[in-house]
């Protein structure tokens, strides 16, 4: 590798770059000179010689010459607050013996020491660059002294520093929303909104747009430097595409940088280091789209239908409206077509966006026939044209006819009716009203017809003819119809004729089948006959179940003298009897005819067993026990029984065979159980026979057993505690838990307070078998008592002891915590709430039954009743204060119980008071923007008018709207008020809306505030990196970072860049970065570090 080049000197320059936004950018600049790997030395006897800055060539002024600074003033200029400039200053030794330089004194925080650190030794003609770094924090100017101490006191210098803080460029927008209203679709509306630095340093806007396509931002161009206290007009347009409300927002993006630094390095090139900032300013916008003024006729078109000729003129009402969002002019209104006349239009009519007018349009024909026209609408709508057709239709006068023209009822039976329909039409081309219609002759009547009635042209109307012969023998009529038609007088002919009702008869009167086996069936003839006058229609022939009727055929019609006959089968299906009627419907003078039915189904013989099984239990070996057993021939004829046969320790006596049961009938035998040893036994009884089921099995089990043992259950009574003289009773169990049965021959108590009742003795218990029996509890005074009940019987364990124990106690006493309540005063329309306790205070339970509560207002919850309290035991229950109406209020609680004092009272007290008003001031709390992920917080005020206000709780639609500082309930006193902190903490870019509902006694609760608020995009952060090329051949850069100055550092590149700038964009807010850079040549040599550079990100 060659020998670089002879060092350079390089001059600082100071870099003045525009607030780019809200955000501040920190520009720092430092030149460095790298020292490639392998170089040649410095010459240490040869000081490096540094142009000074161009803001500052003072002579430094020290108080040992022989340790001398390059410039006694470093001037860093201006510089944002938030941001940081470092300037560097050469301090030369001019004596003739090193000096070591210990620590450099600074007393503000705004500058401090940065680059190489101290302590350093300086041989004589030796020099060195002290880096210092001003970042102000707040605003003005800012002096201080450099101080160098050394090791020897009297060899010290100094020199001072200075510098001026501005405040970062800030952007406004006034306003923060634009409403455009009401724009028509397809044009479009323009607002002006503006843009302002009111910071203290320039900024850029870098971008300007809308979130929808509906709006749009025009008059800037960027990117657009604001210089501070600058502002820009720009134009906010609505176009609306399609109707309806519409809303977005316009984004203003704009950066912001502070000028840097620099100060002269080790190496071949310079290095620039700048950390930038972006902000976001939101306009909200919305607007409604309205589709333009659009004419529509109501209704569209108008059919006069038919309208009689030379007549008065028929006339319908139209409206005419505008739909659209613009006013509608209308120009001309014209009619056209025979006998069509317009009113209520005339030109030059306005109607505004939904406005309506009303017109008129009558149809007076002179000739019949069809006619035609139209209504032309002309205007400055989107349809400028618009046709209302019209229709209508001449026509002659009415008529009327009827159909049919004549009503013959044919023969009616005597006291009865029949009814006929007839048509009237109106078969003219115009209505027709009908002022009488009559009916005449002897039984007709009219009905379903009203006068007066009118019939449009074609239209009918249907009426009813009724004939209700009182005699024999033919009748006529007419029906006379009076109109205004053609022809006023229509009559419609009648005619029908009167004879007696019919009656029918049966023989034989009742039918007899006799016995009928089941499965099979027979039939027999019945004739029914009509002895009356007239016809007989049978509709109905009912049969009982196991009956049917053949050979009638429904409906049958039998004329007056005439019969019919038919069938009727019986078909059992079961044994035993049947009977029922035949019943014959129609509509005879006997409208029901009865024929009585009988018959018997009859089935083979077939055994059955009672019972099913035998179950013998549980026998002691060597025992036996005998049970009964009935076998019954429920079929119908008699069965022979042959044989019956059971299984080993089982025998059958009491049955003689063979043994005939006959049909109906039941044999009774015995069946004896002897068991020789324990175990189960089982096995069937088998009865062989002729029945139908030829062999009848029955169940047969027992079981051997052991000699019994008695158990009781439970092993003790224990009866608590009983009130003296009342009487407690206990159920206790005995049971055989052994193989054999136990006889019990006495129970006896021990104590007299104890009774035993409900055993009866000597009592019998089977093997597992049990009884029950009582022992009551009867103390006559107080105290515990015990004894026991022996019970003595042939058990292996003969003698059995019950232990017995209770206590005798005092009654039960009831009382409350508080013999009053006062719930003092109450706003009306809420509740005031008291707790009160029952305590039962005596020896006994104490039941509450009664709960009786007096006194408007007041009432309990919480108490269920009846309530049983153990002595000692208390019961908590609510009362309630709720006044509908103003003044005070006296009541009482009635508590009704079986305690010794079963009467006992609570008087109870309040006062209604006038519901207060809750306010929330002011109405509606706007945030502005706010950064996402930060908050902002804005103070509402609670107030309360006509009685104090408990505010119970706070509700948000939404988490990005909370409430701060406060806790519920809140009581606000009348006349007072309380502030609230609403805190709007944006999770998203955007707008935001809320409510915050505040609910309490207030008669107008929930009291509502609504909120807004935007949330604009926090700030990106980047540190760019610049430097000029190296003065040896180089490939490219390293760039390194660290969080501490003077390191350590990590190389932040991942290839080797071979241009002269980097972006480091994985920066964060509120942190400081502390850079160096190398140079690598071709053969992959890097050099040592660079001086750094130090970059400060602000917050956000």
């Known amino acids: 590798m060659s020998n670089p080049p002879p060092y350079q000197h390089l001059r600082p320059k100071r870099s003045s770059m525009r607030d780019l936004g809200a955000r501040t950018k920190v520009v720092l600049i430092l030149l460095a000179v790298l020292t490639m790997l392998g170089c040649q030395a410095l010459n240490a006897s040869k000081p490096t010689q540094v142009s000074q800055s161009s803001q500052s060539s003072?002579?430094?002024?020290?108080?040992?010459?022989?340790?001398?600074?390059?410039m006694a003033v470093l001037d860093f200029g201006t510089v944002t607050v938030g941001g940081t400039e470092v300037l560097s200053n050469t301090v030369v030794n001019k004596g003739d013996s090193s000096i070591r330089i210990k620590k450099a004194v600074l007393r503000r925080s705004e500058f401090t020491i940065a680059g190489e650190k101290l302590p350093t030794t300086l041989a004589p003609g030796e020099s060195t660059s002290l880096e210092i770094a001003y970042s102000p924090r707040t605003h003005g100017s800012s002096q201080d002294t450099v101080t160098?101490?050394?090791?020897?006191?009297?060899?010290?210098?100094?020199?001072?520093?200075?510098?001026?803080?501005?405040?970062?460029?800030?952007?406004?927008?006034?306003?923060?929303?634009?409403?455009?209203?009401?724009?028509?679709?397809?044009?479009?509306?323009?607002k002006t909104a503006t843009l302002s630095n009111v910071g203290g340093s320039d900024l850029i806007v870098n971008q300007v747009s809308a979130s929808d396509l509906n709006f749009s931002v025009s008059g800037i161009s960027v990117p657009l430097t604001l210089a501070p206290g600058q502002s820009v007009a720009v134009a906010v347009t609505f176009a609306p595409t399609s109707s309806g409300a519409d809303s977005g927002s316009v984004s203003i993006i704009a950066t912001v940088s502070t000028s840097g630094g620099g100060h002269k390095g080790k190496g071949g090139h310079s290095l620039t280091a700048a950390a930038s900032t972006s902000t976001t300013a939101t306009v909200a916008v919305s607007g409604t789209g309205v589709m333009t003024g659009q004419l529509a006729a109501a209704p569209a078109s108008i059919d006069f239908g038919k309208v009689q000729i030379n007549s008065s003129p028929q006339v319908v009402t139209g409206t005419l409206t505008n739909s659209g969002g613009t006013s509608v002019n209308i120009n001309t209104a014209t009619i056209t077509g025979a006998g069509f006349t317009l009113s209520g239009l005339s030109s030059s009519l306005a109607l505004a966006p939904g406005g309506?007018?009303?017109?008129?349009?009558?149809?007076?024909?002179?000739?019949s026939g069809a006619v035609s026209g139209n209504i032309a609408v002309s205007s400055d709508a989107a349809n400028s044209s618009l046709n209302v057709p019209l229709a209508g239709t001449g026509v002659t006068p009415g008529s009327v006819v009827s159909s049919p023209s004549s009503l013959g009822f044919g023969t009616v039976q005597v006291n009865t009716s029949k009814t006929l329909s007839a048509t009237v039409t109106n078969s003219g081309g115009t209505s027709v009203t009908i002022s009488q219609a009559t009916a005449t002759g002897t039984g007709y009547g009219l009905g379903n017809f009203s006068v007066p009635l009118t019939l449009s042209a074609g239209q009918s109307k249907t009426f009813s003819v009724t004939f209700a012969p009182q005699s024999s023998g033919s009748a006529s009529g007419s029906v006379s119809i009076i109109s205004d038609a053609s022809d006023p007088t229509m009559n419609v002919p009648l005619s029908g004729t009167g004879a007696t009702p019919g009656t029918l008869g049966a023989n034989p009167g009742s039918l007899s089948f006799g016995n009928v086996q089941v499965g099979s069936s027979q039939t027999l003839q019945e004739t029914v006959s009509n002895s009356g006058g007239s016809s007989v229609t049978i509709t109905q022939a009912n049969v009982p179940s196991g009956f049917t009727?053949?050979?009638?055929?429904l409906p049958a019609t039998v004329g007056a003298g005439q019969s019919t006959s038919f069938s009727v089968k019986f078909s059992p299906q079961a044994g035993g009897p049947a009977s029922g009627n035949l019943s014959i419907i129609s509509d005879a003078s006997n409208p029901t005819l009865g024929v009585s039915l009988s018959g018997a189904g009859t089935t083979p013989g077939s055994l059955a067993a009672s019972p099913a099984s035998l179950s013998f239990g549980n026998v002691q070996a060597g025992n036996s026990q005998t049970l009964q057993e009935t076998v019954t021939n429920s079929g119908g004829l008699s069965v022979t029984i042959t044989q019956a046969n059971a299984p080993s320790g089982f025998t059958v006596t009491g049955l003689t065979l063979p043994a005939t049961v006959g049909a109906g009938q039941s044999t009774?035998?015995?069946?004896?159980?002897?068991?020789?040893?324990?175990?189960?036994?089982?096995?069937?009884?088998?009865?062989?026979?002729?029945?139908?089921?030829?062999?009848?099995?029955?169940?047969?089990?027992?079981?051997?057993?052991?000699?019994g043992s008695l158990a009781p259950s439970p092993a003790s009574l224990s009866f608590g505690s009983v009130q003296v003289g009342d009487t407690k009773s206990l159920q206790e169990t005995l049971t055989n838990s052994g193989g054999s049965t136990v006889s019990v021959t006495q129970a006896n108590s021990t104590n007299a307070a104890f009774v035993v009742s409900g055993l009866t003795l000597p009592l019998t218990l089977g093997a597992g078998q049990s009884a029950s029996f009582n022992v009551s509890f009867n103390p006559q005074s107080g105290g515990p008592a015990s004894g026991k009940v022996s019970v003595l019987s042939d058990a292996s364990n003969s003698t059995l002891d019950i232990s017995l124990s209770g206590t005798g106690t005092t009654p039960g006493v009831l009382g409350v915590t508080s013999s009053s309540l006062s719930f003092g005063s109450v706003a009306i329309n809420s509740t005031g709430s008291k707790t009160e306790s029952l305590t039962n205070s005596g020896g006994t339970a104490v039941k509450v039954s009664q709960a009786n509560v007096t006194g408007t207002g007041f009432s309990i919850t919480g108490l269920a009743l009846p309530l049983t309290l153990n002595p000692g035991q208390s019961f908590t229950f609510g009362v309630n204060f709720a006044p509908t109406s103003a003044g005070s209020v006296s009541g009482s609680i009635g508590f009704v119980s079986d305690a010794s004092n079963p009467n006992l009272s609570v008087t109870l007290s309040g006062t209604g008071a006038s519901v207060g008003q809750l306010t929330v001031s002011p109405a509606t709390l706007s945030f502005g923007s706010v950064i996402v992920g930060q908050n902002k917080t804005m103070s509402a005020t609670l107030s309360a008018t006509g009685a104090n206000v408990t505010i119970s709780s706070a509700g948000?639609?939404?988490?990005?709207?909370?409430?701060?500082?406060?806790?519920?309930?809140?009581?606000?006193?009348?006349?007072?008020?309380?502030?609230?902190?609403?805190?709007?903490?944006?999770?998203?870019?955007g707008t935001a809306s809320d409510s915050v509902s505040f609910a309490s006694n207030a008669s107008n609760s929930p009291a509502v505030e609504a909120l807004s608020g935007s949330g604009t995009p926090p700030p990106q952060h980047n540190v760019n990196l610049l430097w000029s090329a190296s003065s040896s051949s180089?490939?490219?850069?390293?760039?390194?970072?660290?969080s501490k100055s003077g390191g350590p550092y990590s190389k932040i590149n991942s290839v080797l860049d071979a241009s002269t700038s980097y972006t480091d964009s994985s920066v964060q807010a509120g942190?400081?970065?502390?850079?160096?850079?190398?140079?690598?040549?071709?053969?992959?040599?890097?050099?040592?570090?660079s001086n750094q550079v130090q970059a400060a990100i602000p917050t956000p």
């Open 148 to 190: 160098l101490t050394t090791d020897t006191s009297s060899l010290s210098t100094s020199f001072s520093v200075r510098g001026q803080s501005t405040s970062p460029g800030q952007l406004t927008v006034n306003p923060s929303s634009v409403t455009f209203g009401m724009v028509a679709v397809g044009s479009s509306l323009s």
């Open 549 to 553: 009727v053949t050979g009638l055929t």
């Open 58 to 70: 003072q002579t430094a002024t020290s108080q040992d010459s022989d340790l001398t600074p390059n």
């Open 1034 to 1042: 180089v490939v490219g850069y390293n760039v390194y970072r660290g």
């Open 356 to 367: 309506s007018v009303s017109f008129s349009v009558s149809f007076a024909p002179q000739t």
């Open 1071 to 1089: 942190t400081t970065y502390f850079y160096v850079s190398t140079a690598v040549d071709g053969n992959g040599m890097e050099s040592g570090f």
């Open 956 to 989: 948000f639609n939404t988490s990005e709207f909370t409430l701060s500082g406060v806790s519920f309930p809140l009581t606000v006193t009348v006349g007072q008020s309380a502030t609230v902190s609403v805190v709007f903490t944006p999770q998203a870019s």
């Open 668 to 707: 009774s035998f015995s069946v004896k159980f002897s068991p020789q040893s324990g175990g189960p036994a089982s096995g069937n009884l088998s009865i062989i026979s002729d029945a139908s089921n030829p062999t009848l099995s029955v169940p047969l089990s027992g079981s051997g057993t052991t000699p």
